[in-house]
């Protein structure tokens, strides 16, 4: 076994904190001695021990001179928990093999220092790409405090995202709403605008066992969700926060008796502005954001900036019919030139349909 195929194995403990851990990182670590796996763990829940903790703890024999592979640098700091550097050292472990670097600014370059000048051999970056995929949350979170928003949906191959008369279930096989069910899980919040509530009526819950609910935030100007909504006569069981512009006061006091949170945002343009939205959902640690909207939700998210990561999944299908949506509404842009510039698509095949997924490269 090499470096790569133990940080391979740190990287598969560390997905147990899917879900768990937000706005913490998820982070796998693995504990090696005389070329056999004697200890792994992950950091499983927001607070609990880090996933070097778990690891010692989970050891069935003596750490002396084990090596540690840990997804993500050691922390130094004392946090909700002591550090981690302390655990190393006390233990014995004379190897660290790190995949990526922590932007953290209390621990940054700090703990490889700590650990090389106690005689601890320091190897960074053993699949360094990886692991810095399975974080692209907290990196992003930790340095703009901002959720990291993932622009998702469903179209055929002709790009069109619902049939002319405007009916959308189902585009996608199993397996590709499977994977929405596990991004449901990984990112902390859902986003989805009036028009798809009033069209589809959805839950925006999380169907797969052991999942967690994302927090369910619905963009609605107007204030024009029916009472009726699934969403509404579910929002005492799962957190639903309604972001609006209006003042309506009986309709606002019906929908805080059902359940719902009311967010008031000032509109720019007659729409809610949605940098200063995501900017509030920092503020209360929400970290991520999965829009599951319509083509005006995804045309004035992508015209804010907020976007970070689009994910298409496309299915072998046609629908055909000019006044068919596709995904992104708007003006769209004037010449290619003006595109949004997306990254080489990461491409996944799930049954029948495929999915893209890139990054969106800041303007
Ligand atoms: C984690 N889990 O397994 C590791 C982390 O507030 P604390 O004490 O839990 O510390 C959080 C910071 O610790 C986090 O931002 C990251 O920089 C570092 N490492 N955090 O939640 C872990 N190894
Ligand atoms: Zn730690």
Redesign the pocket.
Known sequence: MTDQDYMQLALEEAWK?CGF?NP??????VIVKNGRVIGKG??ES?????????AIVHCTENLKDATLY?T????C??????P?TDAILKNGINRVVIGSH???P??AEKSVEILRQHGVEVTAGILRKECDALNDV?FHF?RTREPYVVMKYAMTMDGKIATASRKSKWITGEAAREKVHQDRKRYTAIMTGIGTVLSDDPLLTCRIPGGRNPVRIVCDTKLRIPLTAQLVKTAQKTRTIIVTGSSDVKKRSLLSKAGCEIFTLPLKDGRIDLKTLMRRLGEMDIDSVLMEGGPQLNSAALESGIVRKVQAYISPKLFGGQQAKTPVGGTGVDSPEAAWHLSAPLITKLGQDILLESEVTPC
């Open positions: 904190g851990v913490n990182p998820m982070v796998g670590a992950a950091h927001y607070g609990g021990p880090h996933a070097e903790r778990n840990v993500l640098a050691p922390c700091h004392f946090g909700k928990t002591p981690c922590d932007p953290n209390l621990v907290f930790i």
